[in-house]
């Protein structure tokens, strides 16, 4: 070892030199390495969120999104599908559409309901309860369709309306279409009406929604299904406010079509359906005429009558007070019953004869009227005389009938008058069809727990006391006497869409021909020279029967009647003119069925002879 100033070099020094330390990376270098590289992993992944984010907005949801988008800036609607137009058998229109507003909800949009219905109260001069009440229910039903509160809107609604449009959110005006009925109301307790559903009708009808326009009576309620269509769709464009540009500046787009309902071709001919009502004028009663081959209704009228163009738009108080009216406008007389008096005696004396009670060469004598017990029961006329089965059905004469009805059950005259169509429904295609009543000793027990008397087969063999019969019974009745024992289902409908509508079947009854042929007989000595004269025709021989029957109150006029058919050997037509307390049929209600008669077969008008006669 060397040696520094005789001293060794290995020892130590007194102050050691300091050394240096070992070669390592500057930790600040370190950390932003591992910083750059985190960030730029975080970056990527952000990139790459956006873009999967992007990817699935753009591409995989934009579906989704067009139509969110869509549904903000549009609305759907109803397209109103046209109801099926009603014609006459000769294509005369009855029942057609017009195009109307309507004022809608849109469920979803609907907030403050309770402000909404004070604001719409005197724009739709309802009381607000009554609209509160509609705009719940159609909040509730939660649809995405807008739902109609109010139908066929006048301009002066409309105009109110858009003055105070900008305070009611969810509240709009769209078009739409209503019923219309050209002929008012002549047709209108045929046709009947149209109106808006009913709570308890959409409880038993779930296909139908809150606002829908479905027949109320008469055909339209008969035959809704077929005339209603199947309403459509379209997208229109709306504000911020959700309320719907006007049409000049958007047009709908139409999402779905509309399908219109099927026509309807009626049996009825307008003609004779005039005719009928200008007849009876301000009588209370009705007049039906059918065809006795087919068993089509060709003209039926009630009156008084009612215009059903009132049922498209709300009623009001005013309307409401005319439509239940003392005197019953919405009554139809047509189908609902009433004591027929005389005209039921064609009944018993076909009773009378299968029962062998009378022969056809029987002759009665006739009187003032017959005795029995206490009793006393009254001719219409105390003309005295000897009559054959004939004269004693021409001239009606009540103590003939009696004498017969003294040797019947009521169950002898009720089975025949049952044949013929009393006590049943005709076949006619209207609701609430009355079907009377023709009584016998087991009912008369079941409803006024009382027995029978010989004094109720007398009242019961003119057509009084408990029989009633309607006067579309009546002329069905009538027909099958004339078809010779063919007694016709009555009907309206002869073709639905392209489908054409067969006639029903007729019942048959069968009778012996020397007891129908005396009946027969009897019906056209009626017109020919008895009580029926008014509706001699000349060249078309006319059989049918007068009836006067009493009804209540006491000490009213009777009702009046007359059923016919013409010509008597092979009948086209039958009629049967009622008049509500009319008094004498021969001299009421037998010159109405001539009136119809006289367009029928295009014969001019001739004043008929009159004869206060029953």
């Not at 909040?139 to 105009?159: F, W």
């Not at 049922?311 to 009216?325: G, M, S, Y």
Request: charged content about 20%.
């Amino acid at each position: 070892m060397k040696q520094i100033d005789g001293k060794s070099s290995d020892s130590t020094p007194e102050y050691p030199l300091p050394q240096s330390p070992a070669r390592q990376e500057p930790l600040v270098i370190v950390d932003a390495k591992k910083k750059a590289v985190v960030l730029c992993l975080l970056i990527f992944i952000c990139m790459g969120a956006l873009v999967a984010r992007l990817l699935w907005l753009q591409i995989l949801q934009s579906k989704y999104y067009r139509a969110w988008s869509l549904e903000n800036s549009t609305r759907v609607t109803f397209l109103r599908a046209p109801r099926g137009l009603i014609y006459d058998r000769h294509g005369n229109l009855i029942a057609t559409n017009k195009q109307s507003l309507s004022m809608t909800a849109i469920p979803l949009q609907l907030d403050n309901t309770e402000d909404l219905a004070i604001r719409l109260s005197p724009i739709l001069s309802r009381p607000a309860s009554e609209i509160l009440a509609d705009l719940e229910k159609a909040k509730l039903s939660g649809s995405v369709v807008p739902v109609v509160i109010e139908h066929n809107l006048d301009l002066n609604t409309v105009g109110r309306f858009y003055e105070q449009k900008l305070f009611l959110p969810g509240i709009d005006i769209l078009p739409d279409i209503s019923r219309n009925y050209p002929q008012g109301p002549l047709f209108a307790h045929v046709i009947g009406y149209t109106g808006e559903i009913t709570q308890n009708q959409l409880k038993r009808r779930p296909e139908r929604r809150m606002g829908d326009i479905i027949g109320q009576d008469g055909i339209e309620r008969i035959f809704d299904d077929q005339l209603r269509g199947i309403d459509g769709q379209q997208r229109v464009r709306v504000n911020a406010a959700g309320q719907s540009f006007s049409a000049a500046t958007a047009k709908p787009k139409i999402t779905k079509e509309p399908v219109a309902g099927l026509p309807l071709v009626l049996s009825l001919d307008l003609d004779l359906q005039k005719v009928a009502f200008d007849a009876l004028g301000e009588r209370h009663g009705a007049i039906v005429a059918i065809d006795p081959q087919t068993g089509e209704v060709l003209a039926m009228v009630s009156r008084p009558s009612f215009d059903p163009n009132v049922f498209t738009r709300r009623i009001t108080p005013e309307v409401w007070k005319q439509i239940n009216a003392p005197d019953h406008p919405l009554f139809n007389r047509a189908v609902h019953s009433f004591p027929p008096g005389s005209i039921w005696k064609a009944v018993t004396l076909l009773a009378a004869l299968d029962a062998k009670v009378v022969k056809p060469d029987t002759k009665l004598q006739v009187s003032g009227g017959i005795a029995l017990g206490n009793f006393f029961f009254h001719d219409w006329t105390s003309t005295p005389g000897l009559y054959d089965l004939v004269k004693c059905l021409a001239w009606s004469r009540d103590s003939a009938f009696y004498q017969m009805a003294l040797h019947m059950t009521p169950e002898q005259i009720r089975n025949w008058g049952v044949k013929l169509g009393a006590t049943r429904p005709t076949g006619i295609e209207l609701p609430h069809e009355g079907v009377g009543v023709v009584p016998d000793s087991a009912w008369k027990l079941r409803v006024y727990k009382e027995k029978w008397y010989p004094g109720n087969t007398l009242h019961m063999s003119i057509g009084q006391s408990f029989v009633d019969i309607t006067p579309t019974q009546a002329v069905r009745i009538f027909s099958g006497i004339g078809m010779k024992g063919q007694v016709p289902n009555l009907h309206f409908a002869i073709k639905i869409g392209e489908r054409q509508i067969p006639p029903p079947r007729p019942e048959i009854v069968k009778f012996k021909p020397e007891y129908l042929d005396i009946v027969l007989k009897g019906l056209k000595a009626v017109v020919a020279s008895g009580t029926g004269g008014a509706t001699r025709l000349g060249n078309v021989e006319v059989a049918g029967k007068t009836g006067s029957a009493e009804a209540p109150p006491m000490g009213s006029k009777t009702h009046a009647w007359f059923a016919c058919y013409a010509p008597a050997d092979k009948p086209r037509i039958a009629i049967c003119a009622f008049v509500e307390h009319g008094g004498h049929g021969g001299s009421t209600a037998a010159p109405l069925a001539r009136q119809v008669l006289e367009k029928f077969f295009g014969i001019e008008t001739a004043q008929a002879p009159k004869k206060k006669i029953n």
